[in-house]
């Protein structure tokens, strides 16, 4: 439609994901806030285009798996997401992700997307006997998932699938607080292991699904005190 993902993206995660907005409703504000030329064909179009990405959403290996492990090793698990309404009430029918987590905060429901503080301190106050270090964030975004929760405490892990994500993970600093601060790339597809080798060097954990699933679920088992460590997945 004419405008950047930079100056999309933003308008999209605080003005369409924190409503409860049809898909035709939010390409009408999109229309209306950058001034997009857009025929009712062509807008029609994107809507379907939507849907249809909406729709090609499925889970990552092993991640059902690591969930359910996760909770049978005694922690919650809350998923905090940003997301618009529609999208929500399709993944939720289609993966019943309610029943795979204690707690849900949607962007959508709150009126509150990450990174605001809001989001990690609504979600703090649900375990009030938690301390702060017993917090795990793990996420694919410094800038929306860790940076915040980092400063108040949080452990958190930066996961990024496939090798072409390997340069998002260099180019992001993580030295903030105490807290726990990991980059870990997934292989999507094996990689050589000279080429693991040096991504190990420059700072990188390289991992396929079912190993990132051990990791996470030995080393959630190793931290936990008392009460429960409260796990939370972006």
């Not at 035709?24 to 997009?36: Q, S």
């Not at 949607?106 to 009126?111: F, P």
């Amino acid at each position: 439609c004419g405008v950047s993902l930079q100056k999309l993206y933003p308008f999209v995660r605080d003005h369409l994901m924190t409503e409860d907005l049809s898909y035709e409703e939010m390409i009408a504000r999109v229309i209306e806030h950058f001034g997009v030329e857009m025929t009712p064909r062509e807008a029609a179009l994107v809507v379907r285009l939507w849907q249809r990405d909406n729709q090609r959403a499925t889970w990552i290996k092993g991640a059902k798996d690591l969930l359910r492990q996760c909770r049978r090793s005694g922690n919650s698990l809350v998923l905090a997401s940003n997301i618009t309404a529609p999208a929500w009430r399709l993944v939720n029918v289609t993966f019943r992700l309610e029943k795979e987590f204690d707690r849900v905060f949607l962007s959508c429901e709150r009126g509150v997307a990450k990174p605001d503080p809001r989001v990690w301190e609504t979600i703090q106050s649900w375990f009030p006997k938690v301390r702060p270090g017993n917090f795990w964030m793990i996420g694919d975004s410094q800038e929306d998932d860790l940076i915040v929760p980092r400063q108040m405490g949080w452990n958190t892990i930066l996961i990024q699938k496939g090798l072409s994500q390997a340069a998002r993970l260099l180019d992001r600093p993580t030295a903030q607080s105490g807290s726990e601060r990991e980059k870990i790339l997934v292989q999507d597809s094996p990689l050589d292991p000279a080429h693991i080798k040096d991504l190990e060097a420059l700072g990188l954990t390289v991992l396929d699904a079912e190993e990132l699933s051990q990791k996470l679920v030995e080393r959630l088992d190793h931290l936990r005190l008392d009460p429960a460590t409260t796990l939370l997945l972006f």
